[in-house]
């Protein structure tokens, strides 16, 4: 079955520099690959996602970027700021029927 | 429209004893996932059901169940806690890939 690892698991960024999540996946059957943001106390809300015959997608100061050969996907948020401070997880799945598999998350730490 | 709902918000029972955690989906989304979350380990799949079946499930015990009813609202069940149970469970709602999750249920086993 599907396999999600990620890196790194904490991360501290100073208000205004850029953060960088990265992921990788082990099913080459995987094709939508989603990115969760959790706030404490709140359950993990959809940022962007992608799906694999996309290279790219961005939203305002979010991207996600995929390489499919080499199975990894990454999420950078530019211009960070202090409302950024959160968890955030990726997942996969290959199928629109499959379970969708997360990795262990990233807690994110914007610096003031 | 409302979101995912997930009662209770938060559970204290006591090792051996069983719970129940109800999880009402977005109205009009059929799939139904349930995840537990602990410090460290992310969000692991435990079933996720689909106009009443089980459709796909996670590697844990027995002692882990669910169910689904005709107006796809989902119940899972823990029978014989044990500490490791205590746990944050989420649930997550879908009509197609992306996923809804509710504000889950706090169990806490002492």
């Known amino acids: 079955g599907e396999n999600v690892e990620q890196h790194p ?30 706030e404490l106390g709140k359950g993990p809300q959809l940022i962007i996602d992608i799906r694999s015959n996309v290279g790219e997608k961005k939203d305002q100061r979010i ?9 990894h996907f990454s999420l950078h948020i530019t211009e960070t700021q202090p409302e950024d401070s959160a968890v955030y997880f990726c997942a996969a799945t290959p199928r629109r029927d499959d379970k969708i598999i997360f990795g262990k998350g990233t807690r994110l730490h914007i610096l003031p | 429209k409302a979101g995912v709902t997930q009662t209770p918000r938060y559970l204290i029972k006591t090792r051996g004893q069983q719970v129940t955690l109800s999880c009402s989906p977005i109205s009009g989304h059929r799939s139904v996932s349930w995840y537990q979350q602990t410090p460290g380990q992310g969000l692991q799949f435990l079933f996720e059901y689909f106009s009443e079946t ?10 882990f169940s669910g169910r689904q009813f005709s107006n796809s609202r989902s119940e899972m069940n823990v029978s014989t806690l044990e500490l490791g149970d205590s746990a ?7 009509a197609d890939t992306e996923a809804f999750f509710g504000q889950g249920t706090r169990l806490t086993v002492v």
């Open chain 2, 54 to 63: 089980q459709r796909n499930k996670g590697n844990f015990p027995g002692r």
């Open chain 1, 63 to 71: 991207a996600v970027t995929l390489n499919k050969t080499a199975k």
């Open chain 2, 88 to 94: 944050l469970y989420l649930c997550a709602s879908r």
């Open chain 1, 9 to 38: 698991s904490t991360l501290s960024v100073q208000e205004g520099d850029s953060a960088v999540i990265k992921c990788t996946y082990s099913d080459s059957a995987s094709n939508y690959f989603p990115w969760y943001k959790q």
